[in-house]
T-cell receptor, first 116, second 110 residues
Framework: GAVVSQHPSWVICKSGTSVKIECRSLDFQATTMFWYRQFPKQSLMLMATSNEGSKATYEQGVEKDKFLINHASLTLSTLTVTSAHPEDSSFYIC????????????FGPGTRLTVL | SQQGEEDPQALSIQEGENATMNCSYKTSINNLQWYRQNSGRGLVHLILIRSNEREKHSGRLRVTLDTSKKSSSLLITASRAADTASYFCATSAGSYQLTFGKGTKLSVIP
């Protein structure tokens, strides 16, 4: 149980285009989902916290107009990278906190974004 | 900002040996968790230890927590080649958000 999926697993896009990444909790309801960014050989940096039905809370330094987050249901959150630039190339990972569990986050497999 | 600091940054051992990784943090926590990440993949939750616990076991994993020193250790006994991965500690201070350390890259040589 507690499986989180991400789609796509990798994407290559041209500079200036927008890319949408989906994060789904497959077998549980997730009231809270988190989006992280990971640069090569570095740790995960929290970008934003997404609660179902409300606006996401962004970490300091993360542009909310650049990284649009929508958490429309208890099993789906999306991250849209708008007007992507090469510096947005990174590994994006989502996680979900189960409704009845307060401590453990279940992570998706990640999405590798490459902006040309 | 990152709170956890793992050491060593990289560790290379022979199969069958034990691997010990350490994590230090700066502020008070509710719990500390260890995750594993295979190259280019997502994170797998290994074990959670609460602030009122001192030691926890799960299979070949043993985690200790010393809140007075703000440090934790992860011990993997009888390592296997499949244990090769990066290991991260992550702390939670009550908001359900996790703050990750920089990670230890473990290589187990067959």
């Amino acid at each position: 149980g507690a499986v989180v999926s991400q789609h796509p697993s990798w994407v290559i896009c041209k500079s200036g285009t927008s890319v949408k990444i989906e994060c789904r909790s497959l077998d549980f309801q997730a009231t809270t989902m988190f989006w992280y960014r990971q640069f090569p050989k570095q740790s995960l940096m929290l970008m934003a916290t997404s609660n179902e039905g409300s606006k996401a809370t962004y970490e300091q330094g993360v542009e909310k107009d650049k990284f649009l987050i929508n958490h429309a249901s208890l099993t789906l959150s999306t991250l849209t990278v708008t007007s992507a630039h090469p510096e947005d190339s990174s590994f994006y990972i989502c996680s979900a906190r189960a409704h009845l569990s307060t401590d453990t986050q279940y992570f998706g497999p990640g999405t590798r974004l490459t902006v040309l | 900002s990152q709170q956890g600091e793992e050491d060593p940054q990289a560790l290379s051992i022979q199969e069958g040996e034990n691997a010990t990784m350490n994590c230090s943090y700066k502020t008070s926590i509710n719990n500390l968790q260890w995750y594993r990440q295979n190259s280019g993949r997502g994170l797998v939750h290994l074990i959670l230890i609460r602030s009122n616990e001192r030691e926890k076991h799960s299979g070949r994993l043993r985690v200790t927590l010393d809140t007075s020193k703000k440090s934790s250790s992860l011990l993997i006994t009888a390592s296997r080649a499949a244990d090769t991965a990066s290991y991260f500690c992550a702390t939670s201070a009550g908001s359900y958000q996790l703050t990750f350390g920089k990670g230890t890259k473990l290589s187990v040589i067959p």
